[in-house]
Nanobody
Framework: QVRLVESGGSLVQAGGSLRLSCAASGSIFNAMGWYRQAPGKQRELVAA???????NYADSVKGRFTIARDNTQNTVYLQMNSLKPEDTAVYYC????????????WGQGTQVTVSS
C-alpha cells in the first residue's frame, strides 16, 4: 500500500523559512512533488522533481523554494525561504508510481501559515 506522510507545516512570520518533508512508502516512485491550495483558490503545483533530479517550479516560488529528494529514503523535501503571506496554504505531497507512472498518490496535507 502506497502511503505518504508529510510534516513540517507551521506558522511563520513573513521573511521566515520552513522545510516540509514527505516520506513515501510502498513502491518505487518516479516524479514527486508539492502542490498547495489556499482558501478559495484552486490547487496549484508548487514544485516537482523527477527521480533523476530534474526540477520544475511555479513562477511564484522560483528563487525562494527548493525541492529535493532522497531516493534511498523515498523522501521529498521542500525548503521554503523568504516566505510571504500569499504562500499561506495547505501543502500536499504527491508521488507518481507504477510501471507506466500511471498512478498518483496524495498526502494528507500540511498547513503553512505566513503572518505579515
Amino acid at each position: 500500500q502506497v502511503r505518504l506522510v508529510e510534516s513540517g507545516g507551521s506558522l511563520v512570520q513573513a521573511g521566515g523559512s520552513l522545510r516540509l518533508s514527505c516520506a513515501a512508502s510502498g513502491s518505487i516512485f518516479n516524479a514527486m512533488g508539492w502542490y498547495r491550495q489556499a482558501p478559495g483558490k484552486q490547487r496549484e503545483l508548487v514544485a516537482a522533481i523527477t527521480r533523476d533530479g530534474t526540477t520544475n517550479y511555479a513562477d511564484s516560488v522560483k528563487g525562494r523554494f527548493t525541492i529535493a529528494r532522497d531516493n534511498t529514503q523515498n523522501t521529498v523535501y521542500l525548503q521554503m525561504n523568504s516566505l510571504k503571506p500569499e504562500d499561506t496554504a495547505v501543502y500536499y505531497c504527491t508521488a507518481d508510481w507504477g510501471v507506466k507512472t500511471q498512478f498518483r498518490t496524495w498526502g494528507q496535507g500540511t498547513q503553512v501559515t505566513v503572518s505579515s
